[in-house]
């Protein structure tokens, strides 16, 4: 099998939202596909550790938004590499609420969709979610951000050989020391990590770097 196949599979990236005991939650995926017209529908793949698939087993309902490609990297960092088990990603951003009382971005997302569940598949590390679209709505006339862009174009805050792509070739010799982020990936170019240093993706200290 040729791994890199997959990787020639188009996709976006998307912020999910659901709730949980009356507050928002959500997280960052890149599987959502409309999947029939009539009536409308949309399948969405969550991964089951995320706090969010439980929200939406419960509440049977999520909105996605389709993020634009001037989304910043810290957002994506929020929600794609924090748990809204601990964490109100929602502060402090311009939110409106849909018609099933979700959240939506008003800023970086191109458009949005609010769905009613109606079926939900086991496929071993992810819930499918096959929703009926209620409501959507065009937002931002920006385009929309694959997660091709993601990497190739935003690649100024993603580890240049150790994207989702290809992992660097064994042999390959370092020139210089670097720092990596064991929880997104973030590589800080250096001999030293400053002491309070903070990751620009996801936000964690120092204490997560290893040196590479
Ligand atoms: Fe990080």
Redesign the pocket.
């Known amino acids: 099998m040729d791994s890199k196949a997959f990787f020639r599979l188009t996709c976006g990236l998307y912020i999910i939202t659901s709730a949980h005991d009356g507050r928002s939650v959500g997280c960052v995926i890149n599987t959502a596909t409309q999947v029939t017209s009539s009536p409308k529908q949309i399948m969405i793949a969550v991964n089951k550790e995320n706090f969010t698939a439980s929200a939406i087993l419960k509440t049977k309902a999520f909105g996605i938004m389709v993020l634009t490609e001037d989304v910043p990297m810290e957002l994506i960092?929020t929600f794609g590499?924090h748990s809204s088990r601990d964490t109100d990603k929602f502060e402090g951003l311009d939110t409106a609420t849909d018609s099933l009382g979700l959240p939506y971005l008003t800023r970086h997302c191109s458009a949005r969709f609010s769905c009613r569940v109606q079926n939900a598949v086991d496929v071993g590390t992810h819930y499918l979610f096959i929703g009926l679209v209620e409501d959507s709505q065009c937002l931002e006339e920006k385009p929309a951000i694959t997660y091709d862009y993601y990497h190739k174009v935003k690649k100024g805050l993603t580890p240049p050989k150790a994207s989702s792509y290809m992992e660097p070739a064994a042999d390959t010799p370092k020139e210089t020391a670097s720092w990596k982020?064991s929880?997104?990936?973030?590589i800080y170019e250096g001999e030293e990590l400053p002491a309070d240093f903070v990751?620009p993706?996801?936000?964690?200290g120092a204490e997560?770097f290893q040196r590479i």
């Open positions: 960092g590499f982020c929880i997104c990936g973030y990751c993706i996801c936000g964690r997560f």
